[in-house]
T-cell receptor
Framework: GAGVSQTPSNKVTEKGKYVELRCDPI?????LYWYRQSLGQGPEFLIY????????DSGLPNDRFFAVRPEGSVSTLKIQRTERGDSAVYLC?????????????FGPGTRLLVL | QQQVKQSPQSLIVQKGGISIINCAYE??????FPWYQQFPGKGPALLIA?????SEKKEGRFTISFNKSAKQFSLHIMDSQPGDSATYFC???????????FGAGTTVTVRA
């Protein structure tokens, strides 16, 4: 079956611009996670959705970052006033049920480069 | 701050050899320890996971060893193959949380 898909695969933007990153989870998965992976580092948690609501957004670095999942399926990560330090790979993962012990299936990521 | 410390940063092993990656943690609330494998341009994929009620778990050529008192766990890749060349991440989570805390990763290169 189809895995987690993310679009775009690459995004180049200029400092100060707004970007949206999209995640399509595996069909039927209720839990959705966003992580950020900087070069040479492991993924860092950003936000977790159970259904439509953000159950844990403690990893969002500041208020320039926001994510939505309006219908409990597709999610969009939004970054306002991008900064060069936002350059990273943004990974989306989904799991059938909530909980870290549930296998999280990752998408290929969106590589964001802020010039 | 990184809650899971992983070493080495990279390693090179000959085909047929053993790759060993080590991780250490401080948070005693952690009770689930997965390992993820990531190929270039792909997202991480779950390889194998262990809970602290067992000291070892083996799946094929991959074995996790867990030392609860030392707060350390390791991944052994036996009979390493060129197809095992990838970046490996250890991770941990606690029962009251949904997120995984990842190590910094180990890039494994298997030479034919």
């Amino acid at each position: 079956g189809a895995g987690v898909s993310q679009t775009p695969s690459n995004k180049v933007t200029e400092k100060g611009k707004y970007v949206e990153l999209r995640c399509d989870p595996i069909s039927g998965h209720t839990a959705l996670y966003w992580y950020r992976q900087s070069l040479g580092q492991g993924p860092e948690f950003l936000i977790y959705f159970q259904g439509t609501g953000a159950a844990d957004d403690s990893g969002l670095p500041n208020d320039r970052f926001f994510a939505v999942r309006p219908e409990g399926s597709v999610s969009t990560l939004k970054i306002q006033r991008t900064e060069r330090g936002d350059s990273a790979v943004y990974l989306c993962a989904s799991s059938f049920a909530p909980g870290a012990r549930e296998t999280q299936y990752f998408g290929p990521g969106t590589r964001l480069l802020v010039l | 701050q990184q809650q899971v410390k992983q070493s080495p940063q990279s390693l090179i092993v000959q085909k047929g050899g053993i790759s060993i990656i080590n991780c250490a943690y401080e948070n005693t609330a952690f009770d689930y320890f997965p390992w993820y494998q990531q190929f270039p341009g792909k997202g991480p994929a779950l390889l194998i996971a262990i809970r602290p009620d067992v000291s070892e778990k083996k799946e094929g050529r991959f074995t996790i060893s867990f030392n609860k008192s030392a707060k350390q766990f390791s991944l052994h890749i036996m009979d390493s193959q060129p197809g095992d060349s990838a970046t490996y991440f250890c991770a941990a989570s606690n029962p009251h949380d949904y997120k995984l805390s990842f190590g910094a990763g180990t890039t494994v290169t298997v030479r034919a």
